[in-house]
Structures are given as structure tokens and as C-alpha cells.
């Protein structure tokens, strides 16, 4: 590709950031990083009503923490700003009235009763449903009379009828045609004066120089309408690419019903923003081989509009979460130490002062028991406190373990001998302890691990003792032995 690509992510602030609409911007940003070309942020806020300033922030928020940093627009500026709708109604005045001198557009008076009188005989002829164009044989004076009554009207495209059909070739669904008799006479700007979202997207697009439209395929029946308004204003049309829709597990589209639909709530469940960008880019699209785990340069590397999938694509937790424990696994104890230390200071026993070295450790263990970063409160907290409560099951069957005070006892004393207090030298001490007392060493593991945690599962035994210190070992387990062991 020889242009220079310039791609924009659209949103409008009425909600959070959705996974759609996050997946949307992902394509976009891939395409650009890919041809390093321009990737564009613009608000589309002209709906006063539904429009909120704190839905912009968390849109932003959430990009920003997919790693998705656009090369224009809020915050950021840029030649082509502003790049908030609302601030750009001068522009679209300006080629209103350019639009007007050159009798391209035309001022229609009919109220919703007549267009309705006009709607319902098409029905009942069977006709299409369009606007008659009543108003665009207005006289000049007549409609100069009008507007100085003050009489309420919109503005309307003189729609091109000389050809057929408006077809377009689709970068992603091939061909698309469709018959220009379903185009009429487009409002361009509302009675309140604020322009409809077609026509100011066509303006944003041409002013801010874009490329390529790479939206969800939602926008399908838009598109039509806005080849019209370029070829009426006798301007270049970008190349367009609908993406496939994201599915619920029951292949309708998805809603809340299906679960968590915010970008911001999958970071607050505790999912790692790289996993959720391969899981996102692999929504409508794969790299052509079986490969799934696909670091964000390979993404971009990868990246191509023609192999996006044509048909919807299932959004399935289970398979974010299995990605997000891999992506979990392979950090380092330092990144995973920060990672989850929004969840670490959520737990009560959490002791601030921790030093920073252990707690990595301790973290560390965790690493690959964990689908979700949140995981980390329920399965650390017993490091930070000596264990109340045990696992009915393990302290049942630990109880009828015969000797078990003398083992606990012994086992107390040979931890405290180790000078070295670390893994190998732990697991020789238990493994000797077991073969002394004739007992299988999973027999002194279960106990030990329910002693000091009062739990029959946690991370590898003698590295977690190692952790833990000998000196809170050893008080565990004489607490143990002392509530239980009599
Ligand atoms: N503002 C539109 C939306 O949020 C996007 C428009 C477009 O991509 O053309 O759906």
C-alpha cells in the first residue's frame, strides 16, 4: 500500500467502552501499527441527551489500558481536530453552506405528518419507503418566506439517481451492492440544527483525511447512505471493512444477559489487558494457522483485513479465562507481584509493610493457579494469618491418622533443625521424617500443609514453607498440634 493509512476508532460516549466497540478500535490500531499509519480517536457526541463526559473518560481509560494509543485526538490533539462532534459544528455549517450554494442540498418545511401521509400511502402502494422529495422543487423565494417565519425544517441531500445501485467492495465481505432506490433524500441536518450522524461522518472522514472505515458490520446500512452523500459532494469514498458481530454463547448477539459486556469490568475481575487483547484481536479474526497465543507484535505483524472472519464471532469466557491463565504463568515474579496488588490490598490480614522480595515469592506460587488475577485474595490470604478454620475433610482424615501427635511433634522439632530453611533442604527433612516413621511422605505433606494452612490445596508444599519462614512454620504447626493433637 503506497497511501499513507489513516484509520479512526468513532465512538460515541453513551456508555463504557463494550467489547465490541473494543474490538473495533483493535482492528483499527492493528491496521495502523501494521501500515504504520495514523490510527484517529474521535468523539461522536452530538447526542446531547445520551452523550456523558464521564462514558468519554472511561472510554479512554479503557483503551488506554488495552495499550491501544491513538496518533490523534482527545488529549493527545492533532492537525485535524478538534475531535470532539461537538466541537466541530462549525465545520459542518461551512459545508452546509457550501453545499447550499451549489443547490446540492435543499431545506424541506414537511412536518412528521406529512412525511407519515407520504409514508403510509407507499406502504399501502407497496412501494419503497423514501421521502417524495416534495420539498426540493421549492422556489427560492418561497423558501426564503419560510425561513423568515421561523418555520421549522431540516436539510436534505439531493440524492443522485442516475445510477442504480451503490455497491462497494467490502475488505472484508467482498462485494456489497445494494439498490440506490433504497437512498432518498437524506436529512443532512436536523430541525435543531445539529447535523444527522451520517452526514457528519462523512464530513469527520474526508476532513480527517481517512483511508479505511473499519467498523462492525452493524453500519452496514449506512454505508450506502454515506457513499451517496461523497458521490453527491463529488468526493473520494474511503474503503470500507465491516466487521463480523460478537455472538453470545447462544449465537445472539451480545447483551448483558450473556455476562460482563465493559472492557472495565473484565479489568476488574482480574483479567491481564495482554491476554484480553489476543483474546479480542481473535474475535473475527485469525492468523491463518492454529495459533492462538499471539503476543501484541505478532499481532500487528499478523494483522490482515482479508482473513476477518465473515460470520459473527462467539464470545466465550471460558477461553478468555483459559488465555488469561497462560498469559498469567508467564510473568515475571516482579510484574505478577504488581499485577495483583490492587487484589492483595483487598484482603483484611494484609500487612502493608510487607517486604517487597518475599511477598514476590509468595506471590509467585501462585502463578499458575489463577484463570484471574482477582483469584489471588481467596488463595494467598492464609500466608498473612494463622490459619482459624480447617477443611472439615483433611482434619478428618488427618485426625485418624494413628500417632499423629507424636508425628506432628516430630516433624515440628527436624523443621526447626534446618539450618538453611529452603526447599531442598525442606523436602529432605520431610521425605527423611516419613521414611523414619514408616509413613507414605504424602501422609506428613497432608498434615503439614492443613497445619499451616488449614487448607487441603495450596502450592507445592516445601517451596510455600520456604516462603512462609521457620519461624511461623514452626508456630503453626504448635498451634496445630496444641487444638488438635492432644
Ligand atoms: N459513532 C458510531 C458508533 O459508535 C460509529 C460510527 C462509525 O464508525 O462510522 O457506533
Known amino acids: 500500500m503506497t497511501e499513507k493509512i489513516r484509520v479512526r476508532f468513532a465512538p460515541s460516549p453513551t456508555g463504557n ?123 427560492q423565494s418561497e423558501v426564503e418566506a419560510r425561513l423568515a417565519r421561523n418555520e421549522k425544517h431540516v436539510l436534505r441531500l439531493k440524492s443522485d439517481s442516475s445510477c442504480e445501485n451503490i455497491e462497494w467492495n467490502d475488505l472484508t465481505k467482498g462485494k456489497l451492492t445494494f439498490s440506490s432506490e433504497l437512498v432518498d433524500d437524506l436529512v443532512i441536518l436536523k430541525s435543531d440544527g445539529m447535523p444527522t450522524y451520517n452526514f457528519a461522518v462523512v464530513i469527520d472522514d474526508l476532513r480527517m483525511e481517512i483511508t479505511h472505515v473499519i467498523r462492525g458490520e452493524d453500519h452496514i446500512s449506512n454505508t450506502p447512505k454515506q457513499i451517496m452523500i461523497y458521490k453527491v459532494m463529488g468526493e473520494k469514498v474511503p474503503q470500507f471493512a465491516h466487521i463480523p458481530m460478537i455472538l453470545g454463547s447462544d449465537r445472539t448477539r451480545m447483551s448483558k444477559r450473556h455476562g460482563a459486556t465493559s472492557v ?35 499481532l500487528i505483524s499478523e494483522f490482515d483485513l482479508s482473513r476477518v472472519s465473515t460470520h459473527g464471532a462467539i464470545f466465550d469466557v471460558e477461553k478468555l479465562k483459559w488465555m488469561n491463565a497462560d498469559y498469567i504463568k508467564r510473568n515475571s515474579s516482579a510484574d505478577l507481584l504488581q499485577k495483583v496488588t490492587p487484589w492483595l490490598k483487598q484482603i483484611q490480614e494484609f500487612p502493608g509493610n510487607y517486604d517487597k522480595e518475599g511477598l514476590e515469592k509468595m506471590v509467585f506460587l501462585f502463578r499458575e493457579r489463577m484463570q484471574t488475577y482477582n483469584e489471588i485474595s481467596d488463595q494467598i490470604k492464609w500466608f498473612f494469618s494463622n490459619p482459624e478454620t480447617f477443611d472439615e475433610k483433611a482434619l478428618t482424615k488427618n485426625m485418624s491418622l494413628p500417632g499423629i501427635h507424636e508425628i506432628c511433634q516430630t516433624l515440628t522439632e527436624e523443621l526447626q533443625k534446618i539450618e538453611v530453611f529452603n526447599e531442598e533442604q525442606i523436602e529432605k527433612t520431610i521425605r527423611g521424617l516419613a521414611e523414619s516413621l514408616k509413613r507414605k511422605p504424602g501422609e506428613i505433606i497432608g498434615l503439614c500443609r492443613l497445619a499451616i494452612s488449614g487448607r487441603s490445596a495450596t502450592p507445592g508444599l516445601f517451596e510455600s514453607l520456604a516462603v512462609l519462614g521457620k519461624q511461623k512454620t514452626a508456630e503453626r504447626l504448635k498451634s496445630f498440634s496444641a487444638k488438635f493433637c492432644k
Request: charged share 30%; net charge neutral.
Open 264 to 298: 472495565v469490568d473484565y479489568r476488574e475481575l482480574g483479567f491481564d489487558s495482554e491476554a484480553f487483547v489476543n483474546y479480542l484481536a481473535l474475535l473475527g479474526w485469525s492468523p491463518g494457522n492454529s495459533r492462538e497465543i499471539l503476543s501484541r507484535s505478532e
Open 17 to 139: 467502552l463494550h467489547v465490541g466497540g473494543a474490538r473495533t478500535a483493535l482492528f483499527n490500531w492493528l491496521f495502523a501499527r501494521k501500515h504504520k499509519g495514523t490510527f484517529v480517536l474521535r468523539i461522536e457526541d452530538t447526542d446531547a441527551e445520551r452523550s456523558k463526559k464521564e462514558y468519554t473518560q472511561a472510554i479512554l481509560d479503557g483503551l488506554r489500558w488495552l495499550g491501544m494509543d491513538w496518533d490523534e485526538g482527545p488529549d493527545v490533539g492533532g492537525s485535524f481536530g478538534p475531535y470532539f462532534q461537538t466541537e466541530r459544528l462549525s465545520i459542518y455549517r461551512e459545508v452546509i453552506e457550501k453545499l447550499l450554494k451549489e443547490k446540492k442540498i435543499y431545506h424541506c418545511f414537511c412536518s412528521s405528518e406529512e412525511l407519515e401521509t407520504i409514508r403510509s400511502k407507499q406502504s399501502e402502494e407497496k412501494t419503497a419507503i423514501r421521502y417524495n422529495g416534495r420539498c426540493r422543487s421549492l422556489s
